[in-house]
């Protein structure tokens, strides 16, 4: 299910993919052949942020049991009526290393999964992969998903917060643990798993905190983490003769996009901000109803960075409150 375009037949779709509506074979068709012929209009598609997040997720947990990894699966598409298409994450119990095969043929030995390439199937670009490959050779696409993971190292790794969470889920889990019948490792590896390897019938699995601690360090010491990004200040929405007029604080941007919707129904659009002034821009909207909310990606030539940070789960309100 690697999203290769196979041409317009779809019994060439069928044997890959499994569709949970009525109709929508078209629809996959076309998102395959937007991704191979026209990937600089996959946006009109393919919601490329939440995906963006979906790959750098992946990437940073080398949850390579995933479309990340060598099967290209463990993944749903999502397209509400009127919208484009969202990836779903699904089955990530062998992520931290758990599954190692990144490549057909390709296993990443233990002492390797902490320096996974970040842009794995990228460089160089893997036709396979046209999800990572495609989009990561557009030059915002790559800064975004450099400062998702960013994000998500700022969230749970640099300050360890993930390990807080384990104990608790180990915690938890333990009596289950310690009554199941026919486990794949002692319960004393279980407990030592976290910060230790473990042996499992048929190898070993590298421990959590053993792989991020020095994954964390990898990517912070990487050449594409190195630069400044751009910095959100502040953004005000007036109304203004019967449209919106949004004006964005920043510092350190060359170039602005606001992104806007007018519900969570429709799909994400684009527009670029003017340059007022140093680091002073804004755009006039249309009307939208109550409810119309955004996000903003700013970009110099180096890095990029979006806000709200997580964004577009998060969002600011556009209509009036």
Not at 58 to 69: A, H, K, P
Not at 280 to 288: A, E, S
Request: proline residues 5%.
């Amino acid at each position: 299910a690697s999203l290769e375009y196979l041409g317009e037949n779809i019994a060439c779709y069928k044997k890959w993919y499994e569709l949970k509506s009525k109709r929508g074979w078209s629809d996959l068709i076309e998102l395959t052949r937007v991704l191979d012929q026209y990937p600089e209009s996959v946006d009109s598609v393919l919601d490329v942020y939440s995906t963006l997040w979906m790959l750098a997720l992946n990437n940073t947990l080398v949850n390579l049991d995933s479309y990340t990894g060598a099967l290209g699966h463990n993944y749903y598409l999502f397209k509400p009526r009127g919208g484009v298409f969202i990836p779903l994450m699904w089955d990530m119990n062998l992520s931290f290393g758990g599954f190692q095969m990144a490549a057909k043929n390709q296993k990443v030995e233990l002492d390797k999964l902490s320096t996974l390439d970040p842009f794995l199937h990228a460089d160089p670009p893997a036709p396979e992969r046209p999800l990572i490959s495609r989009l990561l050779a557009q030059p915002l696409y790559r800064k975004v998903y450099v400062r998702m993971i960013r994000t998500i190292l700022d969230d749970f790794f640099i300050r360890k917060d993930y390990l807080k969470i384990a104990r608790q889920f180990q915690e938890l889990i333990s009596p289950a643990v310690l009554s199941e019948e026919g486990r794949i490792y002692a319960f004393e590896d279980f407990e030592g798993s976290l910060h230790g390897t473990a042996k499992v019938k048929g190898g070993e699995l590298i421990g959590i905190a053993e792989l991020m601690e020095e994954r964390t360090k990898f990517l912070l010491r990487h050449p594409a983490f190195q630069f400044k990004s751009p910095e959100y200040r502040s953004h005000l929405v007036m109304p203004a003769g019967g449209t919106y007029q949004v004006n964005l604080r920043t510092s350190d941007a060359d170039r602005a996009w606001l992104y806007f919707r007018s519900n969570r129904k429709n799909a994400f659009r684009k527009v670029e901000m003017q340059l007022l002034e140093q680091g002073r821009w804004q755009v006039m909207l249309d009307p939208m109803p109550e409810g119309g909310e955004g996000f903003f990606v700013l970009e110099n030539e180096d890095a990029a960075a979006i806000w709200p940070d997580r964004a577009p789960k998060s969002i600011f309100r556009i209509g009036i409150e």
